[in-house]
């Protein structure tokens, strides 16, 4: 597709349950970005991903929270063991290249709305 | 990241009214987004800015990057019922964004 797609679009599950959800974002783009929006709220920085780079991992809040990507395209972003709190959208972002004026504007999925119960 | 001061939270406004938002920084900023976002959906990228005093339009919008690097607004001229949604301003330093805490439009008919 032509823009970043996410899946699930909703996700509920139990307290103790891990989830994992998917980001694909755009063809050709080289970094991708999740971000964590609660409800009323901005949006967090959680990891980035550029190329064969190591990603930053700073902004994800505690050890339950992994993310991988595959081939420098998919990314999957893992919480184990879910708590009330997780509950929140969960967006992705690619941009072109990391830096410079057009890669650091960063497009962004339908995100995945996770609630635990 | 850092966090971005954006002002008003909220505001009604009535259809045909021209709107203004701003956000401000105690940090510089390379380059300075504003993103529109519709329940449901992710955000859009509305404008970005790159240069210190640069002042940019998309239509109806506007938006000036301050000669400081360390704010922006963002102004909508002639609002129209689809203009409702929560806008934000997002400030990058490399990669990361730093996001405002946005500014719920609600326009009257």
């Known amino acids: 597709g032509a823009g970043v797609s996410q899946s699930p679009s909703n996700k509920v599950t139990e307290k103790g349950k891990d989830v994992e959800l998917r980001c694909d974002p755009i063809?050709?783009?080289?970094?991708l970005y999740w971000y964590r929006q609660s409800l009323g709220q901005g949006l967090e920085f959680l990891i980035y991903?550029?190329?064969?780079?190591?990603?930053?991992k700073s902004g994800l809040p505690s050890d339950r929270f992994s993310a991988e990507r595959t081939g420098g395209s998919v990314s999957t972003l893992t919480i184990q063991r879910t708590q009330q709190e997780d509950s929140a959208v969960y967006l992705c972002a690619s941009s072109f290249i990391p830096s410079g004026p057009l890669g650091e504007t960063q497009y962004f999925g339908p995100g995945t709305r996770l609630l635990v119960l | 990241g850092q966090q971005l001061n954006q002002s008003p939270q909220s505001m009604f406004i009535q259809e045909g009214e021209d709107v203004s938002m701003n956000c401000t920084s105690s940090s510089i900023f390379n380059t300075w987004l504003w993103y529109k976002q519709d329940p449901g959906e992710g955000p859009v990228l509305l404008i970005a800015l790159y240069k210190a005093g640069e002042l940019t339009s998309n239509g109806r919008l506007t938006a000036q990057f301050g000669i400081t690097r360390k704010d922006s607004f963002l102004n909508i001229s002639a609002s129209i019922p689809s203009d409702v949604g929560i806008y934000f301003c997002?400030?990058?330093?490399?990669?990361?964004?730093?996001f405002g805490a946005g500014t719920t439009v609600t326009v009257r008919a």
């Open positions: 063809s050709g783009h080289t970094a």
């Open positions: 991903f550029q190329g064969n780079s190591a990603p930053d």
């Open positions: 997002a400030g990058v330093n490399d990669y990361k964004l730093s």
